[in-house]
Nanobody
Framework: QVQLVESGGGLVQPGGSLRLSCAAS????????MAWYRQTPGKQRELVAA???????NYADSAKGRFTISRDNAKNTVYLEMSSLKPEDTAVYYC?????????????WGQGTQVTVSS
């Protein structure tokens, strides 16, 4: 069982920056594939950035060049550094953890943190 707690959301002006953090409880954080998703009202949750346990990062086209995902396995934490924020980045951002073994996938979600980009 993994519990995920996001923090760092808030109100920021267009062009500004924010750093989201996701702290995970439990053991063996390093084996989990971690990702950030976001969701706006009436829309499906969409992948923003992912950092697998042992692979390279990948980003949604909308995040490339502006967002950076990273993880600190010693602190059981994954981060999302966001810069050059735009109003369309406004959403609830969710942290996701997944672990696949054989045909089974175990995945967990945080409660979300609101990011609002507005002047």
């Amino acid at each position: 069982q993994v519990q995920l707690v996001e923090s760092g959301g808030g109100l920021v002006q267009p062009g500004g920056s924010l750093r989201l953090s996701c702290a995970a409880s439990g053991r063996m954080f390093s084996i989990y594939d971690m990702a950030w998703y976001r969701q706006t009202p009436g829309k499906q949750r969409e992948l923003v950035a992912a950092i697998p346990s042992g692979g390279s990062t990948n980003y949604a086209d909308s995040a490339k060049g502006r967002f950076t995902i990273s993880r600190d396995n010693a602190k059981n934490t994954v981060y999302l550094e966001m810069s050059s924020l735009k109003p369309e980045d406004t959403a609830v951002y969710y942290c996701h953890a997944a672990y696949k073994i054989l045909k089974f996938t175990y995945d967990y979600w945080g409660q979300g943190t609101q990011v609002t980009v507005s002047s």
